[in-house]
């Protein structure tokens, strides 16, 4: 049912070619023709929406004098208001990335070398194709989705090692070494947390997932219990070590690696890596979504039947979370490698594995009170949090106040 | 590290207690850095080319010199720890100094002020300026060094009003001294006059 949309196009195409096979190539080539494009586009606004987040966060102004002076209107409502917005950067590091040159260290493994960013990107671009983008529409129904997703993401870690590896240098084989030791060791509460769904869900597909949290926002995973609200957190703070960002960045850390394992590539090499990481960013976003926040259900019943929304508000839904991981890198300090390991196996896994057994549990009472009481457990987890929050905020202004 | 075996179940509390303050401080952290995403007005980057900072009203920016009102003394040259200001001079009729070309090499001035509080050449001026004086003029970085060298000569009338004046003055120097020579000797006669009497009155 949740493939109805491909297989609609493909036996249209079939009708129109006489011949099965072909429409399913033609249907392959159109659909990663168009998540290429709009993943492309999505690469270069994310590093302008980095560059210029990060720019504000600091009291800067981020890249402004490439490109046009823009005022935007629309239906003359003053959107931006005239002036110089940078926007040129976009093109003009196209260009450069595309006009350095590219260079293989002389000790280097050349193959292996050349082969790393490429399986990275194609690793990491695989995983889109499970994605459910709208009701009746994955651009590859497979039932066991998630393996895929998982099996995708454990090859970027081959692909990093390779890079590593083949540089011939020390510290693109720490950052490998860094980054294998942490996507490995970060994957088991991912899993846990991913586990929990597909338990309380009953299907390793992603679109039966998705399909699972039809209506309000309430129905959405993370709000539906208050294990799987907590399974939902841990997947943020895993992908983030998943994706190699900050507060995990520790594969490329600046100051001790230089830049880790991609510190020997150069030009439109080290762009695929770039490019990598911040579609892998939207990628375990768009995961996030799917499992936790609704995927393309809106949280309003009464636009679930709009499926045309459907990719747009998983679009916004994973837009969000982007942001949120950008606006958390530009915020907090790395971890120490110690701690890392101290987070994952002796906090996020016994967690997950709580999380688990708690979605277990709840599965077995599924009346009205129970449903009522898990939600609740939230907000009141909810509100010990917030009021955690306000009680740090409120003693570090009295003690500056005290200070002054 | 305290490598002595604790019981795991502690050491899991205490790690997700760490975890929870770690969500905590980070939403703080992250509060205090929306904070500022939202400000745009406390952006501290200033458009160089396209907006400029206000200098301060002593700022050292470049030397000027004003050669219609140089002396030639010679001071600010002396005083130059660098050596940066050479200053050619002629001398006029009367023996007073007239400026010609007064040279400054920027590439070599260390901005020190030394020169502008040698400079004694301030009577002249309402404001009570001196001569040389720095300007807030800082942009003026060039492709050679030639260009930042900057001559201060003296103009072509300049030069022949000056020439003039002088011859000028001492004209009047002569005429004032011819003046006063002349009643010296009326002085002088009029005293030998007032000897030769009393004299002849002894």
């Keep these: 049912m949740s493939s109805f949309l491909q297989n609609y196009f493909v036996s249209f195409i079939a009708g129109l070619l006489n011949h099965q096979p072909l429409a399913w190539i033609l249907y392959g080539i159109i659909s990663g023709a168009v998540i290429l494009g709009v993943l492309s586009a999505y690469g270069a606004l994310a590093v302008y929406a980095e560059r210029?987040?990060?720019?504000?966060?600091?009291?800067?102004?981020?890249?402004?004098?490439?490109?046009?002076?823009?005022?935007?209107?629309?239906?003359?409502?003053?959107?931006?208001?005239?002036?110089?917005?940078?926007?040129?950067?976009?093109?003009?590091?196209?260009?450069?990335?595309?006009?350095?040159?590219?260079?293989?260290?002389?000790?280097?493994?050349?193959?292996?070398?050349?082969?790393?960013?490429a399986i990275v990107f194609a690793a990491t671009i695989t995983s889109f194709v499970v994605i459910p983008f709208a009701p009746f529409f994955t651009p590859a129904d497979i039932d066991a989705g998630i393996l895929v997703i998982l099996a995708a993401s454990s090859i970027v870690a081959v692909g990093i090692v390779?890079?590593?590896?083949?540089?011939?240098?020390?510290?693109?084989?720490?950052g490998a070494i860094r980054s294998v030791a942490q996507v490995v060791s970060y994957e088991v509460p991912m899993g846990l947390a991913l586990l929990s769904v597909v338990m309380t869900t009953g299907s390793l597909a992603l679109a039966d997932i998705a399909d699972n949290q039809s209506g309000w926002a309430w129905n959405w995973h993370a709000f539906s219990n208050v294990w799987l609200f907590?399974?939902?957190?841990?997947?943020?703070?895993?992908?983030?070590?998943?994706?190699?960002?900050?507060?995990?960045?520790?594969?490329?850390?600046?100051?001790?690696?230089?830049?880790?394992?991609?510190t020997e590539y150069s030009g439109m090499r080290f762009a695929l890596f770039m490019f990598a990481e911040y579609i892998n960013m939207l990628l375990v976003s768009l995961i996030a979504s799917v499992f936790f926040f609704g995927g393309y259900y809106s949280g309003i019943q009464w636009l679930d039947r709009y499926y045309f929304l459907g990719p747009f508000v998983l679009g916004a839904k994973a837009l969000l979370l982007v942001i949120i991981m950008i606006w958390l890198r530009w915020t907090l300090p790395r971890f120490r490698v110690d701690q890392l390991m101290t987070l994952c196996w002796k906090a996020m896994l016994p967690l997950s594995i709580i999380a688990f057994v708690g979605a277990a549990a709840a599965l077995f009472q599924t009346s009205l009170v129970f449903a009522i009481f898990w939600r609740f457990c939230i907000l009141i987890l909810l509100a010990l949090f917030a009021f955690e929050v306000a009680k740090g905020i409120r003693t570090k202004s009295i003690s500056r106040k005290a200070t002054e | 590290m305290n490598m002595q075996a604790r019981p795991i179940?502690?050491?899991?509390?205490?790690?997700?207690?760490?975890?929870?303050?770690?969500?905590?401080?980070?939403?703080?952290?992250?509060?205090?850095?929306?904070?500022?995403?939202?400000?745009?007005?406390?952006?501290?980057?200033?458009?160089?080319?396209?907006?400029?900072?206000?200098?301060?009203?002593?700022?050292?920016?470049?030397?000027?010199?004003?050669?219609?009102?140089?002396?030639?003394?010679?001071?600010?040259?002396?005083?130059?720890?660098?050596?940066?200001?050479?200053?050619?001079?002629?001398?006029?009729?009367?023996?007073?100094?007239?400026?010609?070309?007064?040279?400054?090499?920027?590439?070599?001035?260390?901005?020190?002020?030394?020169?502008?509080?040698?400079?004694?050449?301030?009577?002249?001026n309402a404001k009570g300026k001196k001569c040389l004086i720095f300007v807030n003029d800082y942009e003026y970085s060039s492709d050679s060094k030639?260009?930042?060298?900057?001559?201060?000569?003296?103009?072509?009338?300049?030069?022949?009003?000056?020439?003039?004046?002088?011859?000028?003055?001492?004209?009047?120097?002569?005429?004032?001294?011819?003046?006063?020579?002349?009643?010296k000797s009326a002085a002088a006669a009029i005293a030998s006059t007032k000897i030769n009497i009393a004299e002849e009155s002894k």
């Design chain 2, 146 to 183: 030639e260009q930042i060298k900057y001559y201060f000569k003296q103009t072509e009338d300049g030069l022949a009003r000056k020439r003039k004046d002088a011859e000028e003055r001492v004209k009047k120097a002569a005429e004032a001294k011819k003046k006063s020579e002349e009643a």
């Design chain 1, 162 to 174: 390779m890079g590593g590896y083949a540089s011939n240098n020390k510290w693109s084989l720490y």
């Design chain 1, 52 to 117: 210029k987040i990060m720019a504000f966060m600091q009291c800067r102004l981020g890249p402004m004098e490439v490109g046009p002076e823009i005022e935007l209107r629309i239906a003359g409502m003053k959107i931006l208001p005239k002036g110089w917005y940078g926007l040129g950067v976009l093109i003009a590091d196209g260009i450069k990335l595309l006009g350095k040159e590219d260079t293989v260290p002389a000790k280097a493994d050349s193959l292996i070398f050349k082969l790393a960013p």
């Design chain 2, 9 to 124: 179940v502690k050491e899991m509390f205490e790690s997700v207690g760490w975890l929870v303050n770690i969500l905590v401080t980070s939403v703080q952290g992250m509060l205090i850095t929306g904070k500022y995403f939202v400000r745009p007005n406390e952006i501290v980057t200033v458009r160089y080319p396209r907006e400029k900072l206000n200098v301060p009203e002593n700022f050292r920016g470049r030397l000027l010199n004003d050669p219609e009102r140089c002396i030639s003394c010679e001071l600010c040259a002396r005083a130059c720890p660098t050596k940066c200001i050479t200053v050619k001079h002629e001398m006029g009729a009367d023996k007073k100094r007239i400026l010609t070309e007064y040279s400054l090499d920027m590439t070599a001035c260390l901005f020190c002020g030394l020169c502008t509080e040698a400079c004694p050449e301030t009577t002249k």
């Design chain 1, 230 to 262: 907590i399974a939902a957190i841990i997947y943020i703070i895993s992908s983030l070590a998943e994706t190699n960002r900050t507060p995990f960045d520790i594969p490329e850390a600046e100051a001790e690696l230089v830049a880790g394992y991609h």
